[in-house]
Structure formats: structure tokens, C-alpha cells
């Protein structure tokens, strides 16, 4: 289950309400591409792996399906809250290698949890719901990677073209923060440059990156967009942010 048509045909088969078919139908595209970047992350690892997910949803059971030998751990808000579109219940997590934390408590060492020592942390479309320093996130992060280790991270890119051009209209990109802490939507998203000298200053190195148009748009005028102008874009001007840190 690799591809775009393979994670929506095996998700949209469930019992799924408007909400999360709605979210599947517009990341399937993005998860396609994260777990190919991910397997190719783990390649290189030659025992089985601990790989970290943060914020468990949709892909924590992709990465289950498509890493079978590897441990799946989990690390997020514990609550209720959690479970919705992107999280519905009947995707399961194993609770004991589950751990709770809210990544906004980072900027505090002394309330810094310690999870199992992962080979592997991915971290996909967590970092612009975070209020906190990305620097402080990624000391915490890298406080539980194994040395070797790999931190996998998707974030959309803050300097997207239909964004630039938003913002050329007069119009604010980017949506007031919302009413609930617990679901803020984006305080804050990040271009490749900035991503770097962030994980830099945390004490980690830059392996890769690339950057694509990995989120599906249902308007008549959104898919004209990705066919006709997306697909000629300079990378610098794409939708979404695939990076991997290493710490040394």
C-alpha cells in the first residue's frame, strides 16, 4: 500500500464518516509520498527498527502495514480530542508503546518524557500546530533518537506559489488561529532554508529534502491549477516540505 490510488481504495472501503473520507481523499497523495521517502530512509538501517510516530492517525497503520518487522511506537495528546477525521477509532494503536506529551512542553526540560529509543521519527504535518520554537522541539525530538537516527519530518511550505499570490491579492494566506488549543490549525509554517538552520541549532544535520505538490485539491479550479501550472513549478514554489535530520 504505497500509492495514491492504493491508500484511498483500501481506506475508502471502510466505514468512514464525511470528515475522514473527505481528509483521506486529500492526503492520500501526501502519505504516498512520505512512507516512499520513509522506506527509503530505512534502507539504510540494517535491523529492525524503532520507528516513533508523532501524532498517530491514518499513518501510523500505513507505516504498520508497510514496515510489518519494524516497532511502531506513538507519541501525541492523550485524550479524546485526538480521535476525529485524521484519527478515527478504528485505527488502533498499541497503548503500551504509546506515550503522551503535548511537543508545546518542550521548551521545559524538566517535564521532557523519556519514549523508547528510536531509530526512526516521523513527524508529518505536526510542526505548523505547534506554538513552540521548532528548535525546542527538535532537542526534545533528538533526546530519544538513537545516535544514526533519522527524524523525518512533512510541513507545508510557507512560500507555496497560490500563497505568494494570496498574499500579492491583498488577502492573508494563511487562517486566524482557532478558539481550541487543542486544535489551533497553523501558528506557523516554514521554507527549507529556515527548517535547516532550525534543525542546525538543535544539534542535528540535513540528509535530504524535497519539496512537492502532495495535497490533493477537490475545486474544479484546484485541480486545473495542479495539472496546468503545479506540475511546471520550480521546487521552491510547491505545496509541501519532505525533510530528514540525522543526529550524528
Not at 83 to 110: C, M, T, V, W
Not at 134 to 141: D, G, N, S
Not at 192 to 200: D, G, I, N
Request: charged residues 25%; positive net charge; proline residues 5%.
Amino acid at each position: 500500500m504505497l500509492s495514491e490510488k492504493e491508500i484511498i481504495t483500501h481506506y475508502l472501503s471502510k466505514d468512514l464518516d464525511a470528515e475522514s473520507r473527505h481528509y483521506i481523499s486529500t492526503h492520500a497523495k501526501r502519505f504516498s509520498y512520505l512512507i516512499r521517502f520513509i522506506k527509503s530512509v530505512r534502507a539504510s538501517l540494517p535491523n529492525a527498527a524503532v520507528v516513533m510516530d508523532i501524532g498517530p492517525g491514518f499513518f501510523t497503520e500505513i507505516l504498520q502495514i508497510n514496515l510489518p518487522g519494524d516497532e511502531i511506537h506513538t507519541l501525541g495528546f492523550d485524550h479524546l480530542e485526538s480521535r476525529g477525521g485524521h484519527f478515527p477509532a478504528f485505527i488502533q494503536i498499541d497503548k503500551d508503546r504509546f506515550s503522551a506529551f503535548d511537543l508545546n512542553n518542550s521548551q521545559y526540560p524538566e517535564k521532557w518524557i523519556r519514549p523508547a529509543m528510536a531509530d526512526i521519527v516521523v513527524m508529518g504535518e505536526v510542526l505548523e500546530h505547534l506554538y513552540t520554537s521548532p528548535v525546542h522541539i527538535f532537542r526534545f525530538i533528538s533526546s530519544f533518537m538513537k545516535p544514526g537516527g533519522y527524524l523525518v519530518l512533512g510541513t507545508p511550505n510557507a512560500v507555496a506559489l497560490q500563497k505568494r499570490l494570496t498574499l500579492l491579492s491583498g488577502r492573508n494566506p494563511y487562517e486566524q488561529i482557532r478558539e481550541s488549543r487543542d486544535n489551533p490549525g497553523h501558528f506557523r509554517e516554514y521554507t527549507v532554508p529556515e527548517l535547516k538552520q532550525l534543525a542546525r541549532d538543535a544539534g542535528l544535520e540535513t540528509h535530504a529534502y524535497e519539496i512537492k505538490n502532495y495535497f490533493k485539491r477537490s475545486s474544479r479550479k484546484g485541480v486545473l491549477y495542479d495539472q496546468m501550472v503545479g506540475a511546471i513549478l520550480p521546487a521552491s514554489f510547491r505545496t509541501g516540505i519532505n525533510i530528514v535530520f540525522r543526529k550524528v
